[in-house]
């Protein structure tokens, strides 16, 4: 299964970045192919751009024709800026939502610091429960407040796995520990870091692109946004899978 996961990945980011690839490593493991997609240009990711507001929902919907599944991180910047008003939020939340049924598995995850927008029980937020395939929130008050307003199925939410608080040595919140997955990901991001190096030596040599092949969901391409032509394509096709679904659902 191609997997595209959403949210802020090593260096920067703390617990909730670590934790994070550490769930990007665990599905590549699975044998699936991971891309991973951050609103961090420091983070050791695929892709990086902006995560935020309608424009981000477009892009998600453009990027549904690539993947099977998604995973989507809400924190802060993801997918509202901090200030963003009742309406933004209420309708990047509700193209999100539609973006979401795009893919055949959607996972949205709230175990970070930032509050959930609105509340669980906002209305806006509804169409993310609703159109969610497996939600994962940080505490069981959550997921019990969860159920009963939305009447959501148990077996949809879950609470994350609490993560064992470690000191650590290494600059940034990395740990030293050799069997500690963060280790791991040091030795990826300086990889990553090395290979850019190389690239960009060899490009100034031989006036030439050279890309990385994808060894890790933290190595790869680094790609931008789409033009807007890609955008307003992106825009279209969303449209009319909204058609669709509605014309689905008044023929049932």
Do not use: K, N, Y
């Amino acid at each position: 299964m191609r997997i595209l996961i959403v949210g802020t990945v090593p260096p920067p980011g703390g617990e909730a970045a670590l934790a994070l690839a550490e769930i990007a490593t665990a599905l590549l493991a699975e044998g699936h192919d991971v891309e991973m997609f951050s609103p961090d240009d420091r983070s050791a990711a695929h892709r990086s751009g902006r995560t935020e507001g309608p424009l981000f929902c477009l892009r998600l919907a453009w990027l549904s024709r690539r993947f099977d599944a998604v995973v989507v991180h809400f924190e802060r910047g993801l997918p509202l800026r901090a200030r963003a008003g009742r309406w933004w939020r209420a309708v990047t939340l509700t193209l999100l939502a539609a973006a979401l049924r795009m893919f055949q598995e959607r996972t949205v995850r709230f175990d970070a610091d930032s509050p959930i927008p609105g509340g669980i029980g906002s209305r806006a937020m509804g169409e993310i429960w609703t159109a969610a395939s497996h939600v994962v929130v940080a505490s069981e008050q959550d997921r019990t407040q969860l159920i009963a307003i939305w009447d959501l199925p148990e077996e949809r939410v879950t609470v994350a796995a609490e993560r064992a608080q470690r000191r650590a040595s290494f600059p940034g919140g990395w740990a030293a520990d050799p069997e500690d997955p963060r280790t791991e990901v040091l030795e990826l991001v300086r990889a990553r870091s090395a290979h850019d190096r190389a690239a960009r030596a060899a490009r100034v040599t031989l006036g030439g692109e050279i890309g990385a092949a994808p060894g890790s969901p933290f190595a790869g391409d680094r790609r931008r946004a789409p033009d807007p032509e890609a955008l307003v394509r992106g825009a279209i096709a969303l449209c009319h899978r909204l058609v669709e679904r509605i014309s689905a659902t008044d023929g049932s």
